[in-house]
């Protein structure tokens, strides 16, 4: 029995990059909601958290605490953002990884079921299509290559399943290459933009995998942000998967270039570090979304990049928060040894 009248909303990784900008919109969007917003603070921030929200500090993977919230607040709405979203360091930590995104993901979806959850929402990823050839779409069957994308559409398999079952609505999104404001910069394993950004601030070269030709389409967060928070009411998006994000691919290269600029340090250097085993080229097709959804915003790169440096001068860098809990430590690329404990 929920201990408030006012209708609840829950939030997994909420102090995250992605997580933080939907408790905002989330803010604006259903101001009559209690937002609950839970985060372990593995990859997030508790300052990321804005005011106004209930703050739980906890992991998905933590039944009974998952159990308890769902007693207390009954969630009309849950947006399931929490992951540890990083795709190519899944290969070494097999077991975290689907702990975490499964496991973990799998509690919230037994609650959401219990509670009669109107509707839940869930990033996916585009590590789910594998090397597919591109643009990516919803009708193509996923292949995925690492056990992040494995864990991702083994969710969206079981939402479909617990649909199907217990009538458990859901709408199922699989952005990708998410940059922004809030975006953690001192992750050495994912968030490339990021990446290239703080080796900028330190003077360090940018670093490439391979020969840089890989192709990605990098997605501003402002863009995709109002179409997860407005997900549930939308009827036509219930039950459905939809990909979201940017269209036009660019190089490694090209986005290194640009992303130098964006700092104003056009001429900063790059190197080339040995390549390591990824798609070469993967970008998505976003029809479905925009008949579905309508025109969204949509920034251009140099657009974005240029948010993203005003806001990446004025932060303080963090600490390093290396990866201590390598499970498999062969054939991992030699320039995240430095980061890790491997056995």
């Known amino acids: 029995m929920s201990n408030t009248n006012k209708m609840s909303v829950l939030v997994t990784g909420a102090a995250g990059f992605i997580g933080t900008h939907v408790v905002r919109e989330l803010q604006n969007s259903l101001p009559s909601h209690t937002i609950v917003a839970l985060d372990d603070l593995s990859g997030g921030f508790i300052e990321n958290i804005p005011k106004g929200v209930t703050f739980v500090q906890g992991s998905i993977t933590d039944a009974d605490l998952i159990s308890d919230l769902f007693r207390q607040y009954s969630f009309e709405y849950v947006y399931h953002l929490g992951a540890y979203a990083a795709e190519g360091l899944s290969h070494f930590i097999r077991r975290f990884n689907y702990s975490n995104n499964l496991i973990g993901s799998i509690n919230l979806i037994n609650e959401a079921i219990k509670a009669e959850t109107k509707c839940f929402v869930f990033t996916s990823s585009i590590a789910v299509y594998g090397a597919i050839e591109p643009p990516m779409t919803e009708e193509k069957t996923p292949h995925p290559e690492d056990p992040y994308g494995i864990s991702k559409l ?121 390549p390591r085993n990824e798609v070469g080229i993967a970008y998505s097709d976003h029809s479905k979304a925009k008949s579905v959804f309508g025109d969204n915003p949509h920034t251009s790169l140099d657009d974005g990049l240029a948010k993203m440096a005003a806001w990446a001068k004025d932060v303080t860098l963090r600490p390093l928060k290396p990866f201590t809990a390598i499970e498999v430590g062969k054939n991992m690329p030699p320039s995240w040894l430095k980061y890790v404990d491997s056995n």
């Open 154 to 274: 083994a969710v969206e398999m079981d939402l479909k399943a617990a649909h199907s079952m217990f009538g458990l609505n859901y709408v199922i999104f699989r952005p990708h290459n998410v940059y922004g404001e809030y975006q953690n910069l001192s992750d050495p394993y994912r968030n490339v933009i990021g990446i290239f950004m703080k080796q900028i601030f330190e003077d360090q070269p940018m670093t490439v995998f391979g020969d840089g030709e890989q192709q990605r389409a990098f997605s501003y967060v402002g863009d995709i942000i109002p179409l997860i928070a407005k997900a549930p009411l939308v009827p036509k998006a219930l039950n459905t998967v939809f990909n979201v994000g940017a269209d036009k691919p660019y190089t490694v290269n090209e986005l290194a270039k640009k992303v130098a600029t964006a700092l104003g340090k056009p001429n900063h250097p790059i190197v080339h570090l040995p």
